[in-house]
Every structure is written in C-alpha cells, then in structure tokens.
C-alpha cells in the first residue's frame, strides 16, 4: 500500500492563475481531509469529503476555494484565481469507512503550493 | 470555539534527558487528543492518541480534564526523537482535526 498520495508535490503559479491540487487515498479509504498550512502556523482543517459528498467544509474559504471527490479518481482541491496569500503547504489525509472520532487519519507528504 | 496551544516552538534537551512537550486545549465538550510527529523528510503520522493509553516509542501522553492539558513525556530522549511534534484534537461527533502550531524538538547527542 503506497499510502495517501499527492500531487503535484510543488506547483508554482502566478497570481490570478488556477491551482489543482491531487490526493488518492489509501486503498480502501473513503473518507478524505484537506488541511492547509501556512508559513509558520500549525495544520487548518478545510474540509471533509466522502465519495461524491461533502461532509463538513466549514474550514473552506467562501470565494475561489472547492473541492470534490468523485466516485472514480482522485479528491481535487481547486484553488481559483489564485492570490499570494494561498502560498502554503497543502495536505491531505485519508481514513477507511466507519471513521468516527478519534480514529487515525493518515497524511499525504502534502503539496507546496507557491504564488509568484 | 475550540484551540489547541503549544506554547513552545522550539525545545532543545540532551540524550538521555527526560523531555516534556506541552499542549494545552480549550473545547467546551469532550475532545479526543492526539499527537502527530513528522520526521525529517517523512510525512505526518499518528504517534499516540489519549483513547488508546498506550506508549509509544517510549512516549506518553494523559489527558488532564482540568489542567485542559495533554502534555507528551518521554523519561530518556533519544536522538532519533528529533522531530516535529504536534497535538490535535477533534470535537464530539466530528472526524476533523484541529492542530497546535507543533515543538520542534531537538535532542542533543
């Protein structure tokens, strides 16, 4: 099992551009996290999906900022218009069905994300 | 509105010392605590979470409800310690993560 899965691992943007950023789970994982950290911060939950849904958001930006997880393929961060204050590490973190509190989460090697 | 503090971001001791990272946590319900370790160049993994009251690579961790406090001790640092440490917590009824800002430790051959 290769574990959680991210690319790019660095991506490089200029301002106003899109950023998509890749994670594919653990095998057999359904649930997915974003997290964000920024220079200097700890780890900031973004968001929580399961395939197709999106359970909790609640960390999300409210403009320019979504994400998905389709029931085939990779969850997807998207980062419209991107400005340099999104330069950060982006991680992700998966668990299997019929997490609930307190389980593992199991971390991707994250994204660098930089905004020129 | 839940917070997870870790008051100290760098801690230096020497090998075979005793070593204490703190974290403390405000959250009105009942949390799960957890501490999260990345290695140099290795990703964020789980190290110990209070629910299991286990101890890992020599690491332990209680939670203290009144101290709100979740502080990781370990009575003889090795230097394959060296790493970042963080303390999470997750709310009642929620999966998601809420991380402290993370201990760089460095143990001093």
């Known amino acids: 099992n290769a574990g959680v899965m991210q690319n790019p691992r660095h991506l490089v943007r200029r301002r106003g551009q899109e950023a998509r950023l890749r994670c594919s789970p653990m095998?057999?994982?359904?649930?997915v996290y974003w997290y964000r950290q920024l220079p200097e911060e700890g780890l900031k939950f973004m968001v929580y999906?399961?395939?197709?849904?999106?359970?909790?958001e609640s960390g999300m930006p409210k403009e320019r900022f979504s994400a998905e997880f389709p029931k085939e393929g990779p969850s997807i961060l998207r980062i419209q218009q991107v400005v340099r204050g999104d330069s950060a590490a982006y991680f992700c973190?998966?668990?299997?069905?019929?997490?609930?509190?307190?389980?593992?989460?199991?971390f991707g090697p994250g994204t660098r994300l930089t905004v020129l | 509105a839940q917070r997870v503090t870790q008051p100290e971001k760098l801690l230096s001791v020497f090998k075979g010392a005793p070593v204490e990272l703190k974290c403390n946590y405000s959250?009105?319900?009942?949390?799960?605590l957890f501490w999260y370790v990345q290695y140099s160049r290795q990703r964020l993994q789980l190290l110990l979470r209070?629910?299991s009251r286990e101890s890992i690579k020599g690491f332990t961790a209680d939670l203290n409800k009144g101290e709100t406090s979740f502080h990781l001790k370990k009575p003889f640092a090795q230097e394959e310690d060296s790493a970042m440490y963080y303390c999470?917590?997750?709310?009642?009824?929620?999966?998601?993560?809420?991380f402290g800002t993370g201990t760089r430790l460095t143990v001093i051959p």
């Open positions: 973190a998966s668990s299997p069905p019929g997490t609930s509190q307190g389980d593992t989460q199991y």
């Open positions: 999906l399961q395939k197709e849904n999106i359970i909790d």
């Open positions: 095998k057999g994982h359904s649930h």
């Open positions: 209070h629910i």
């Open positions: 959250y009105s319900g009942s949390p799960e």
């Open positions: 999470a917590l997750s709310q009642t009824g929620a999966n998601n993560l809420f």
